[in-house]
């Protein structure tokens, strides 16, 4: 999908009654890159909300790494480094090796021990020695680290609470891991 795609809008209720229209106004001209869903086919149409949904997962990509940016740069860091915060948070406390958080965030190893000092020096994690490998170091989360992910993920969860009810958690959280494991398979596919 590409920024000139149309983007299809749900029919709407005009903006003044149709009381108030004079029979002799003409329809108002609409853009040639919005299209409006019939009724009649878009229950047809299993594809009908398709390219809204694209559009509105392009702008939820945009306004992530907005949010993501910002929060990093209060707080002195970069997104890179809040992404990591985050997935030490997911760690549950257990930490994790450097190797497995340079696969994760697709870094090379000398890109993973910058990364690594950066956020040391600033106190928000520390290196642990790894009891299942004498040569290995388990990174973990310091409470200055845990305070990162709980602020920033802070603004994600009000953000969430704005829009999704409580009822809907489940199915908003099932669509996003399925979303996820296709786009997964569609990466491991392209890399074989």
């Known amino acids: 999908m590409t920024d000139t795609d149309p983007v299809v809008l749900p029919p709407h209720a005009p903006a003044v009654p149709a009381a108030r229209v004079a029979p002799t106004t003409p329809p108002a001209p609409m853009s040639p890159v919005v299209t409006a869903i019939d009724p009649v086919t878009a229950d047809t149409d299993p594809d009908a909300d398709l390219p809204r949904l694209l559009t509105a997962f392009r702008v939820l990509q945009m306004q992530h790494a907005r949010v993501l940016h910002h929060e990093s740069s209060i707080r002195g860091l970069n997104a890179t480094d809040t992404r990591f915060v985050f997935f030490l948070s997911a760690a549950d406390g257990h930490g994790v090796t450097p190797k497995q958080a340079g696969e994760y965030l697709e870094l090379t190893t000398g890109a993973m021990t910058s990364l690594i ?3 040391e020096k600033h106190g ?16 973990h989360l310091t409470p200055s680290g845990t305070a990162v992910a709980r602020e920033v ?3 994600y969860s009000d953000a969430f609470r704005q829009v999704v009810a409580p009822s809907d958690c489940a199915v908003v959280a099932a669509a996003f891991e399925g979303l996820g494991a296709a786009l997964e398979r569609h990466h491991r596919s392209a890399a074989v």
């Open 153 to 155: 993920g802070a603004v």
């Open 117 to 119: 000092d950066r956020l």
């Open 124 to 139: 928000h994690l520390e290196r642990r020695p790894n009891p299942e490998d004498r040569r290995s170091v388990l990174l």
